[in-house]
């Protein structure tokens, strides 16, 4: 490989894939190589263990009972909600709403914010890179009002076309949703200002954060947002947990969107009343384990550091760049000047789907197909991409097994080594 070597691991992050149980397992007798982080994150032990640990030794109802035990879960959960608080730099604990995750946040608010507020003229924006996620609830939402869905322009190298945003955005724009991250491309969007742009139209803004909580350290207020959303599977965490951030005044002002226990103050067959925010939007009993989980996982990367885990990953991306970009046939989609650690690609007369079988049995994980982003590959006229996404326990040598699993393919589809 001619890529320049990377530099010397940080000494947390060279000793970081031991702290992964998995990472040890061998599949179909290989080396694990791990490269669908995008896809969802590989457990830290001690993320597996505090949820354990929660069952063995705290597991109650929250919010419900006066013994012990419930009241003991209750603090954890509790604990767990200022943990995430204070990892979003949110002002106050009542701003995180626990979600499944990142794709019930925008229908969260997509239901109980948009839907009573919106009427026929009104508009919703998004962009072309949007997940599934940040583009149905509002499509869903758009029939349900009469408001109008546009859309943010992509350019060649898979940055928004900001001198469009500029038309797109109007007097009837209330809402403008856009992807922190891209996770099909790895654009990193310039979260500050299109919060800026949003709000000079009166628009609140919402952030898909899915792809950026776990590369790069994130503060809501410095950005401004009105609504930030994550899930806690993508930034180490358990899966079924993540959150909705949402500045306390709309959240205040928002009617509830489930009803159930937990988020009521009175029940009566006339009508109820709902409980205060955070509650009013979490009806039933909640994922108390995940979101003791999900504490724990920040509590990880936050005792390996942010800034290290993003100066690890830009390395990683830039190597993985150079080196698969120096194969020939080998074709990088989405090169944005700003990019977290994606690389989406395609290999010259290799399906991105037969790619990712063969680089699986090379022992490469990674991710082949449209990765819930139609649009955006329609954008670019393609079916679909490989995908290689780096968390922290990445390393060079990953890499190497990546482009030998590449040319190795190739190999194979010329017919050579069968
Ligand atoms: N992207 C991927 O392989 P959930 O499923 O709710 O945890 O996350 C949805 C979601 C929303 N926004 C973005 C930008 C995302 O990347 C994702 C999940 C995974 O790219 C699974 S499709």
Not at 87 to 103: K, L, Q, S
Not at 137 to 159: F, S
Request: proline share 5%; glycine share 8%; net charge negative.
């Amino acid at each position: 490989m001619n890529a320049p070597a990377i530099a010397p691991l940080d000494p947390a992050l060279a000793r970081a894939a031991a702290d992964f149980p998995i990472l040890a397992r061998p599949v179909r007798k290989r080396r694990l190589v791990y490269l669908d982080n995008a896809a969802t994150t590989q457990k830290p032990a001690a993320v597996i263990e505090a949820e354990a640990t929660f069952y063995r030794e705290s597991n109650a109802n929250i919010h419900r009972g006066v013994h012990w035990l419930s009241q003991r879960a209750t603090e954890l959960y509790d604990a767990a909600r200022e943990r995430v608080q204070h990892f979003m730099h949110a002002a106050r604990p009542e701003e995180i709403v626990f979600t499944r995750g990142t794709t019930e946040a925008i229908n969260l608010v997509a239901q109980a914010w948009v839907r009573p507020r919106l009427g026929p003229g009104d508009e919703i924006l998004v962009t072309c890179m949007e997940h599934h996620s940040n583009i149905v609830p509002w499509q869903l939402v758009c029939e349900q009002t009469g408001a109008t869905l546009k859309v943010v322009p992509v350019d060649e190298r898979g940055q928004l076309e900001l001198e469009a945003l500029d038309a797109l955005l109007g007097p009837r724009t209330r809402l403008f949703a856009f992807t922190h991250v891209s996770n099909a491309l790895g654009t990193v969007n310039p979260v500050a200002e299109l919060v800026r742009r949003a709000h000079a139209v009166g628009a609140l803004a919402l952030v898909d954060g899915a792809q950026a909580v776990a590369h790069q350290a994130v503060d809501v207020q410095a950005l401004g947002c009105d609504f930030y959303a994550f899930s806690g599977h993508k930034l180490y965490g358990p899966t079924g947990i993540g959150a909705l951030y949402g500045r306390f005044e709309l959240l205040d002002a928002m009617g509830p969107w489930q009803g159930g226990g937990d988020m009521i103050r009175t029940v009566r067959f006339e009508g109820s009343t709902w409980a205060d925010v955070p509650q009013r939007f979490e009806a039933g009993t909640p994922n108390i384990a995940g979101a003791v989980g999900l504490a724990a996982a920040i509590d990880y990367i936050e005792s390996v550091g942010l800034e290290a885990i993003a100066v690890h990953e830009h390395a990683l991306l830039a190597h993985a760049t150079e080196a698969l970009g120096a194969v020939s046939g080998v074709r990088l989609i989405g090169t944005a000047a700003h990019k977290a650690g994606i690389l989406s690609f395609l290999v010259e007369g290799i399906h991105p789907h037969d790619l990712g079988t063969i680089l699986d049995v090379e022992g490469v994980a990674i991710r082949a197909g449209h990765h819930c982003a139609m649009p955006l590959m329609n954008r670019f006229g393609i079916p679909g991409t490989a995908r290689a996404s780096f968390a922290l326990y990445n390393d060079e040598a990953d890499i190497a097994a990546l482009v030998a699993a590449v040319r190795k393919a190739q190999q194979l589809f010329r017919g050579e080594g069968r």
